[in-house]
């Protein structure tokens, strides 16, 4: 009997191989001829940039609910420090203005766009320029004072790591260090600080394939995004990441009536997560959990006692950056918890 129900099995197995193999091929055509599933309507160059944060600076750019836009961005630096520069020629720069610091491509205003809106920016693609840098900025994280040191990189945008010294390699992983939309208010504000529009949030998280989420403050939302990295720890301690000019594409959606969001939230394909920022890093970590309990409670029908728990079950505090005067923590949950849902 054994031996019998065996070969049966092994009969029908090797029937239905070739359907299975079939069907993969169908899926991978399918897939080739889609495409990337979408098409870029505008481009900006890595010129049309502004380098604060305001609800009166001018859009580069009008676009429609849905637009996809390709951005070029520079550097942080804004060009001042160069390919192959030393530590001691960047300190012997007379005209160094750090004022310059984090040229964003944009603004682009969003048609339809209005405060109590979220503003969603999928990131379609997250690419590096040729080359980077790297500095120790003393005295914005540890209090020993180093002696200064200015790396930079060459790079290509396949790359997948770079070599820091002999064997030891860093894997690169690029997202866009400053992505934000305009504050209600008249005033310039630096770009340094993250705050409820976004703005330098430095979280490697936020990579090719992410999608954001950010609270509409102003008519047209207009959005910014620049600062690119080629790679970073969670809290880019000593003031800056691998610094790239870059490329990205991103699409716009304005959504009417979203959950009630104080500042950005983000998904991936396996998690959720809600950011929020403070002056200290316990005070960012309890905002975080407390946006991530008013998510849990409005998007998955919990008390907020119930989505307490689950935070503490299944919630993930993470440091993004500890370096940028407002300190920002967030907080991940695993989406594979909801599946039952679906
Ligand atoms: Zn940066």
């Given at each position: 009997?054994?031996?019998?129900?065996?070969?049966?099995?092994?009969?029908?197995?090797?029937?239905?191989?070739?359907?299975?193999?079939?069907?993969?091929?169908?899926?991978?055509?399918?897939?080739?001829?889609?495409?990337?599933?979408?098409?870029?309507?505008?481009?900006?160059?890595?010129?049309?940039?502004?380098?604060?944060?305001?609800?009166?600076?001018?859009p580069v750019l009008t676009?429609?609910?849905?637009?996809?836009?390709?951005?070029?961005?520079?550097?942080?630096?804004?060009?001042?420090?160069?390919?192959?520069?030393?530590?001691?020629?960047?300190?012997?720069?007379?005209?160094?203005?750090?004022?310059?610091?984090?040229?964003?491509?944009?603004?682009?205003?969003?048609?339809?766009?209005?405060?109590?809106?979220?503003?969603?920016?999928?990131?379609?693609?997250?690419?590096?320029?040729?080359?980077?840098?790297?500095?120790?900025?003393?005295?914005?994280?540890?209090?020993?004072?180093?002696?200064?040191?200015?790396?930079?990189?060459?790079?290509?945008?396949?790359?997948?790591?770079?070599?820091?010294?002999?064997?030891?390699?860093?894997?690169?992983?690029?997202?866009?260090?400053?992505?934000?939309?305009?504050?209600?208010?008249?005033?310039?504000?630096?770009?340094?600080?993250?705050?409820?529009?976004?703005?330098?949030?430095?979280?490697?998280?936020?990579?090719?394939?992410?999608?954001?989420?950010?609270?509409?403050?102003?008519?047209?939302?207009?959005?910014?995004?620049?600062?690119?990295?080629?790679?970073q720890g969670a809290g880019?301690?000593?003031?800056?990441?691998?610094?790239?000019?870059?490329?990205?594409?991103?699409?716009?959606?304005?959504?009417?009536?979203?959950?009630?969001?104080?500042?950005?939230?983000?998904?991936?394909?396996?998690?959720?997560?809600?950011?929020?920022?403070?002056?200290?890093?316990?005070?960012?970590?309890?905002?975080?959990?407390?946006?991530?309990?008013?998510?849990?409670?409005?998007?998955?029908?919990?008390?907020?006692?119930?989505?307490?728990?689950?935070?503490?079950?299944?919630?993930?505090?993470?440091?993004?950056?500890?370096?940028?005067?407002?300190?920002?923590?967030?907080m991940h949950i695993d989406?594979?918890?909801?599946?039952?849902?679906?």
């Open positions: 009997m054994k031996k019998q129900s065996l070969i049966i099995y092994s009969v029908s197995l090797l029937l239905i191989i070739p359907f299975i193999l079939s069907s993969c091929t169908v899926e991978e055509q399918k897939e080739e001829d889609a495409g990337p599933g979408y098409t870029i309507d505008h481009s900006l160059s890595r010129d049309q940039t502004h380098n604060k944060f305001s609800s009166q600076i001018e676009v429609d609910d849905g637009a996809v836009i390709e951005v070029y961005t520079e550097e942080a630096a804004d060009e001042q420090i160069s390919p192959g520069m030393t530590a001691a020629e960047f300190a012997a720069l007379e005209d160094y203005d750090p004022g310059l610091v984090h040229p964003l491509t944009g603004p682009v205003f969003v048609r339809g766009a209005m405060p109590g809106d979220i503003l969603q920016v999928k990131l379609h693609v997250v690419e590096i320029g040729e080359w980077g840098w790297t500095r120790i900025v003393n005295g914005i994280f540890l209090e020993e004072e180093f002696e200064p040191l200015l790396r930079t990189w060459e790079l290509s945008k396949d790359m997948q790591s770079v070599q820091f010294s002999e064997g030891i390699n860093v894997p690169l992983n690029p997202f866009a260090g400053v992505m934000g939309v305009a504050p209600d208010t008249e005033e310039m504000l630096s770009t340094i600080p993250p705050r409820a529009n976004g703005g330098n949030m430095d979280d490697p998280n936020m990579t090719e394939g992410t999608v954001l989420y950010f609270p509409v403050f102003v008519e047209g939302a207009l959005f910014s995004i620049g600062d690119m990295h080629a790679a880019e301690v000593c003031g800056t990441a691998i610094e790239v000019p870059g490329r990205v594409v991103y699409e716009l959606k304005v959504i009417k009536d979203g959950h009630d969001m104080k500042e950005p939230q983000y998904e991936t394909a396996t998690t959720y997560a809600v950011t929020a920022v403070a002056p200290t890093l316990d005070e960012a970590a309890r905002k975080a959990n407390t946006y991530m309990i008013d998510y849990l409670e409005e998007g998955h029908g919990l008390s907020r006692s119930e989505a307490f728990m689950l935070t503490s079950l299944t919630g993930d505090l993470r440091i993004a950056e500890v370096v940028d005067q407002n300190m920002m923590v967030t989406k594979g918890i909801f599946a039952r849902r679906n």
